[in-house]
């Protein structure tokens, strides 16, 4: 199986900063790369797919890139209602493995 | 409006069985294949298993092979989840997932609520 590493596993920010998550697959996945958002006690919402196309509905401050194993989610200017934890999983291979979470966090 | 509604979760004994559904509306459901991943809680998010949306293909995580089945129903835009020989470490909150093509080949693009699925004697 595939593994995906996010790091840091929590970080905390100040609002207005460019926040940025990384995520690593121990084997290339091309750009077969999602990122997921999750607000506490709420079920997870799409952001982002192919590793840097936008889901629709999805508010520009959001990019994703990268390809191969190494991958980035930025948040360009943290705001209040982005407190949430941010998952990646690959889906270029069975079974879909997730990264194991990254929690954001307002300083 | 996508809109995917999960039911069917319970608190059940070690061993049993139970039957989760997933109803659709908002899409062609024919057209998209579908996943559920489930939360232990407090823990991250592990995909349990996907259907491609004829039904002839299905995947399954090893950690559920063999006990789960996923199958879904066309003409009623609902997909289900059968849980056989439940153990404590299925206890979790179980979302589906709609698939962003037909073939799972795609990202998901929209989940559901999710419904909470307690193994405990």
């Known amino acids: 199986d595939i593994q995906m590493t996010q790091s840091p596993s929590s970080l905390s920010a100040s609002v207005g900063d460019r926040v940025t998550i990384t995520c690593r697959a121990s084997?290339?996945?091309?750009?077969?790369l999602a990122w997921f958002q999750q607000k506490p006690g709420k079920a997870p919402k799409s952001l982002i797919y192919a590793a840097y196309s936008l889901q629709s509905g999805v508010p520009s401050k959001f990019s994703g890139s990268g390809s191969g194993t190494d991958f980035t989610l930025t948040i360009s200017s943290l705001q209040p209602e982005d407190v949430a934890t941010y998952f990646c999983?690959?889906?270029?291979?069975?079974?879909?493995?997730f990264g194991q979470g990254t929690k954001v966090e307002i300083k | 409006e996508v809109q995917l509604v999960e039911s069917g979760g319970g608190l059940v004994q070690p061993g049993a069985s139970l039957r989760l559904s997933c109803a659709a509306s908002g899409f062609t459901f024919s057209s998209y294949a579908m996943s559920w991943v489930r939360q232990a809680p407090g823990k991250g998010l592990e995909w349990v298993s996907g259907i491609s949306g004829s039904g002839d293909d299905t995947y399954y995580a090893d950690s559920v092979k063999g006990r789960f089945t996923t199958s879904r129903d066309n003409s009623k835009s609902t997909l289900y989840l059968q849980m056989n020989s439940l153990r404590a470490e299925d206890t979790a909150v179980y979302y589906c997932?709609?698939?962003?093509?037909?073939?799972?080949?795609?990202?998901?693009?929209?989940w559901g609520q999710g419904t909470m699925v307690t193994v405990s004697s």
């Open positions: 084997q290339g996945i091309s750009n077969y």
């Open positions: 999983q690959q889906y270029d291979t069975y079974p879909r493995t």
């Open positions: 997932a709609k698939d962003g093509d037909e073939w799972l080949a795609n990202a998901f693009d929209f």
